[in-house]
Every structure is written in C-alpha cells, then in structure tokens.
C-alpha cells in the first residue's frame, strides 16, 4: 500500500521561505509521477508542480514559476518543494501526489495522496 505524508509546512511571512518534504514508504518515487498540489480554502485543488518520472516532463504553475522548485532525494525516497519568495495568495493546504503515469497536473489524475501540510503566508 502507497502511503505519503507531506510536512513542513508553518506560518511565515511573506517574502520568506520553506521547503516541503514529501516521504513515501511502500514503494519507491522512481518510475511514478509526482505532483505537489495546494487547495486554498473555497478553491479547488490545483497543480503546483508535476513532474513524470518516465520521461522528465515537467510542470509548474504560472503562479509559482521562478519561485518553486522540486527536487528529488532519491536516496531517502524524498521529494521536495523548495519555496521562496512566499506571497500571501500561496497560503493553503499542501499535498503530495503520485501516479503510475501521468496525464498532466490536474489533482483527478492522481490515485495516491498524502495529508496535507499547512502553509500560511502573513502580509
């Protein structure tokens, strides 16, 4: 059984930064796609950054460009999501995700989740 959990959310200012670990245990992030998703209160879940494990194929939010990043720790079986320059529209709830394949970052295409992690961004 695929079990996740992100962590390492918190309360930050904005301007500030925080990374977001995911830890995977039942299987391995190699040969999955992986997702980082956020779900503001009132709004749906949306894709932050996707990436397919096949072929590389990667994608990230408008919104976050040149401020997330995603990273793999393939020897602890961990993924990131580096975040600077935090705003207060990134305050939400964090999710990780994976797939078998991957059909494109929308939260529907992902079978396996984790808890969510808080992230609030102040003014």
Request: charge should be negative; aromatic fraction near 12%.
């Amino acid at each position: 059984e695929v079990q996740l959990q992100a962590y390492g959310g918190g309360l930050v200012q904005a301007g500030d930064s925080l990374r977001l670990s995911c830890g995977a245990s039942g299987y391995t992030f190699d040969g999955y796609a992986i997702g980082w998703f956020r779900q503001a209160p009132g709004k749906e879940r949306e894709g932050v950054s996707c990436v397919s494990k096949h072929d590389g194929a990667t994608y990230i939010a408008d919104s976050v460009k040149g401020r997330f990043t995603v990273s793999n720790n393939n020897a602890n079986n961990l993924t990131y999501l580096q975040m600077d320059r935090l705003e207060p529209e990134d305050t939400a709830v964090y999710y990780c995700a994976v797939d078998p394949a991957f059909g494109g970052c929308v939260a529907d295409l992902f079978g396996s989740w984790g808890q969510g992690t808080q992230v609030t961004v102040s003014s």
